[in-house]
């Protein structure tokens, strides 16, 4: 298969012919209320996607035609639609200072190496389940799925804490159950995503701890060029699951502040798998999220934002528990002001404070006539940031912070036991097993990064940071506390990352190659985790104190082609892992729960001494028409752990997206096809068993038949393919299923929303 596509897309390649005659036309950009240039403007040309930069002095030219339409773009202006002159003027008006985004595209002094924006995510899922499901399409992801409602992305080899997922340029909400029933993907809604900002790797120092990449998820934020009072409303239903979707927003824009309210509520029910299998999927959700915005001028904002996520009956199919509730909050304030003077650029300030309220339980299960567990536990997260940007020159930008991230949890689990060795109590146990300890994790770190532009064409990026790490438990279970002799002693650390780029761009091509040196602190579970099974497979987990940081030192280099109407970029990846954090057997340490139910032993967290990933991605894309677009994607990641000899686990088999989209003024439709191979790199110490490869196809298409009014449909999985995925777990604590959880069947969808 790999080579199929390899072969097709050479061939197309080779075949490009040549380009519709042109000539040189120059023009400028201004502010419009002080006709000062603009530099950095992006100007695109619409029939070719062809882009240019303007200089210092607000200038560019392009190889065009008079007539032309052209897009111009900056990030502290309005975005503007006009037609080519020679030497044209375009003034461009200031707009609403951006909070929530990290990356700027097209401008080399801001741009991070290595890094992608993605948008159309309305159009990419109907109706997602969870935001986890939003990375289902996207290049080198896959998604870890425990049922049908928490799931998480993985990239390449990284998951979990190795990838650093936020909301909003920095805020967090950090899963309290252990089995991560609710991580950070459960806590917004998914129709409230803008755009998803992913960085590749270690290639930035800005925004917290970058291990294995950073994930950026952009909250919509409606007020940049419309004032007044404006709303909407939106449902959908899907079929196979009798599943549905409700929402509502209401926005007031005035010059001095600005106030946006949005709402949600969501009830999916049990969905059929290809099969006709029923998979336990329940849930029902209600969110919303209220933003007051504040401008005391025209280079100030202040941002108040607020959010509640309620989920209720949540089923987990790939858990032994399920959640009847979770609850959480999310509070922040963000501060910006900019050009303080010819030097000082901007300083931002961030702030937030999350906190989560989860319950599982197992009243639903079938060793619920055994054993009544009931599990209620706490997530306090805080922190926040401060960064002061620093213009020295034209060709120099300094980035230098603060930031902040707390991490406290809380939780026990209560055990009633009523049977023991076959026989019915008559005066049921009970039985108190900690969780957490009273765990934290603090994390302070300082920054600073600077951007060089060496030419036109030339940027280059370095960076350094210094992360002062501190753990402790309060309340430590008697068995752990034994286990490391006696008292444990809090933990302290300072980890050092750093990285550095240089990125080329010229006439539609561009090529980046970085290095970065990313280093993570072991997180709650790997610290503290004390006997409860949180992994892919059937063994209790044991935390370590004690165990070092891991080291991510990755070398990426990447390539971007732009011609009239073909795109191709590829990417190439490296990594040597140091101090890797995984979870291996230790026949010293017995099970402790159901001590004779095989493993009877637990495994340890340690670090292992070398680690490696290495991999690709690969991207094609043709313009046939101005309305009609031909699209694949191919990505492939193989990691091994060197000192176990056998492949890392859950890492995503080789996979490539395809597509075909049709686009009009008020109408759209699009195919969609997923070709997954078989993944035969499997970790024999996680029990993991080869994946079968498979293929889907989507349908998906949308009309606004009226302004304001949209409708969208789609059939997935049009075959009713029978599939999972190689990162689905499997049931646990089922007496109807058993294996892994497989993926929805054919499912019929469809969306309206209006707009006033």
Same mark, same amino acid.
């Given at each position: ?60 030219? !392009? =190889?065009?035609? &008079? ?7 900056? +990030? *502290?202006?309005?975005? %503007? /639609? ?16 951006? !909070? =929530?985004?990290? &990356? ?7 741009? +991070? *190496?290595?890094?992608? %924006? /993605? ?34 992305? %993985? ?602």
């Amino acid at each position: 298969m790999k080579n199929k596509v390899l072969l097709t897309i050479i061939i197309l390649f080779i075949s490009l012919v040549g380009f519709a005659q042109s000539s040189k036309l120059s023009g400028k950009i201004i502010d419009e209320k002080n006709a000062t240039p603009i530099e950095y403007a992006t100007i695109r040309m619409l029939k070719n996607n062809m882009v240019v930069i303007s200089n210092v002095n607000g200038e560019f030219t !392009l =190889n065009a035609e &008079i007539g032309d339409k052209i897009e111009v773009s900056h +990030i *502290s202006y309005k975005t %503007v /639609i006009t037609s080519l002159q020679n030497q044209i003027t375009i003034p461009l008006q200031l707009t609403q200072i951006e !909070l =929530n985004e990290i &990356i700027v595209a097209a401008n080399p002094l801001q741009d +991070i *190496s290595q890094s992608v %924006v /993605i948008n159309d995510t309305e159009k990419r899922i109907s109706q997602p389940r969870s935001v986890g499901h939003l990375f289902k399409e996207i290049s080198g992801f896959g998604i870890t799925k425990k049922g049908a409602y928490a799931s998480e992305p %993985v990239f390449r080899s990284f998951k979990y804490e190795q990838l650093n997922v936020q909301y909003d340029g920095g805020m967090k909400v950090l899963n309290a159950c252990p089995n991560r029933m609710d991580p950070i993907t459960t806590h917004i809604i998914p129709e409230e995503i803008e755009k998803i900002e992913i960085v590749k790797g270690p290639f930035t120092v800005r925004f917290g701890q970058n291990f294995g990449g950073i994930i950026n998820l952009v909250s919509k934020n409606p007020t940049k060029d419309q004032k007044g009072f404006h709303g909407s409303v939106e449902g959908g239903y899907e079929t196979n699951g009798d599943n549905l979707v409700t929402g509502a927003s209401a926005l007031y824009v005035a010059d001095k502040f600005d106030v946006y309210l949005n709402g949600s509520y969501r009830d999916f029910g049990d969905y059929k798998d290809g099969d006709g299998t029923v998979v336990p999927s329940s849930f029902k959700t209600t969110d919303y999220s209220l933003k007051v915005g504040i401008n005391p001028t025209e280079k100030q904002r202040l941002q108040l934002s607020w959010r509640q996520s309620f989920g209720r009956d949540i089923d987990h199919a790939g858990l032994p528990m399920d959640s009847p509730y979770d609850d959480s909050f999310l509070a922040g304030i963000d501060y910006k002001i900019k050009e303080l003077s010819d030097i000082i650029n901007s300083f931002t300030v961030k702030v937030f404070y999350s906190y989560v309220d989860h319950l599982m339980t197992n009243e639903n299960r079938p060793n619920f006539n055994l054993t009544d567990s009931q599990s209620p536990v706490e997530s306090w997260t805080y922190g926040g940031k401060t960064e002061l940007v620093i213009a020295p020159s034209d060709n120099v930008r300094i980035y230098t912070g603060i930031d902040a991230n707390i991490v406290d949890r809380k939780g026990d689990r209560t055990r009633i036991v009523k049977m023991m060795n076959g026989m019915v109590l008559p005066t049921p146990k009970v039985f108190t097993d900690k969780i957490w300890q009273d765990a934290s994790v603090n994390d302070i770190g300082v920054f600073a990064e600077s951007n060089f532009k060496l030419s036109n064409y030339t940027t280059v990026t370095t960076g350094v940071r210094a992360d002062f790490i501190s753990a402790s438990i309060a309340d430590p279970e008697a068995d752990f506390e034994t286990l490391y002799g006696g008292n444990i002693d809090d933990q302290t650390e300072t980890n050092v990352s750093a990285n550095v780029s240089i990125k080329y761009q010229k006439d539609g091509f561009q090529t980046q190659f970085a290095v970065g040196r990313g280093v993570r602190t072991a997180s709650m579970i790997e610290r503290f985790i004390n006997h409860f099974s949180v992994g892919v497979d059937p063994y209790e987990y044991v935390g370590n104190p004690n165990l070092k940081p891991e080291v991510n030192t990755q070398l990426e280099l990447s390539l971007l082609k732009k011609f009239e109407t073909i795109q191709i970029g590829a990417s190439f990846f490296h990594s040597f892992l140091t101090d890797y954090i995984t979870p291996v057997v230790n026949t010293s340490i017995p099970r402790k729960f159901m001590p004779t139910t095989p493993p009877v032993v637990a495994k340890q967290f340690i670090n292992i001494d070398e680690a490696a990933q290495t991999g690709f991605e690969f991207s094609f894309s043709y313009k046939a028409s101005e309305k009609i677009m031909f699209t694949s994607e191919v990505s492939y990641t193989q990691a091994e752990n060197k000192d176990l000899n056998e492949p890392l686990a859950h890492i995503p088999p080789f996979m490539a997206n395809l597509g075909a989209k049709y686009e009009d003024d008020n109408f759209w439709f699009a195919l969609s096809s997923r070709l997954v191979a078989k993944q035969a790199k499997i970790a024999p110490s996680f029990m993991e068993e080869e994946t079968p490869g498979f293929g889907t196809l989507d349908f998906r298409a949308g009309l606004e038949p009226f302004k304001g009014f949209s409708i969208g449909f789609a059939v997935l999985n049009i075959f009713d393919k029978t599939y999972y995925e190689h990162l689905n777990f499997s049931y646990s604590n089922s007496n109807i299923l058993s294996g892994k959880i497989y993926e929805p069947g054919r499912n019929f969808t469809t969306y309206c929303k209006y707009q006033f």
